[in-house]
Nanobody, 126 residues
Framework: QIQLAESGGGLAQAGDSLTLSCAAS???????????MGWFRQAPGKDREFVGYISWNAENTVYADSMKGRFTISRDNAENMVYLQMNSLEPEDTAVYYC????????????????WGQGTQVTVSS
């Protein structure tokens, strides 16, 4: 069992940068380094959308096309943390952002991860 808690959301203006954090805790946290991690977002009235993925050892990352070049995912396994650096924010980036964890990377990219955080709201004004 692993618990995830996102933080760092808030209000931003178009063009700003924002970094979201995801802290892992719980009985299985000592195995955090074995989990693939992902970021997702859900805008009002829309389905949850894949943002990006990072492998257990941070050697591989995958991003949704609309986020490539603007968003960067990183992780610190020693601190049980995952980060989402968002640059050049656009109003269309307004959403609740969630982090997700699963030992199976396919579960991350298929939006079927076992563990999810509660989300953090990001609002971007024009």
């Amino acid at each position: 069992q692993i618990q995830l808690a996102e933080s760092g959301g808030g209000l931003a203006q178009a063009g700003d940068s924002l970094t979201l954090s995801c802290a892992a805790s719980g009985p299985s946290v000592r195995t955090f380094g074995s989990y693939s991690m992902g970021w997702f977002r859900q805008a009002p009235g829309k389905d949850r959308e894949f943002v990006g993925y990072i492998s257990w050892n941070a050697e591989n990352t995958v991003y949704a096309d609309s986020m490539k070049g603007r968003f960067t995912i990183s992780r610190d396994n020693a601190e049980n943390m995952v980060y989402l650096q968002m640059n050049s924010l656009e109003p269309e980036d307004t959403a609740v952002y969630y982090c997700a964890a699963d030992v199976n990377p396919l579960a991350i990219v298929s939006n079927t991860s076992r563990f999810w955080g509660q989300g953090t709201q990001v609002t971007v004004s024009s």
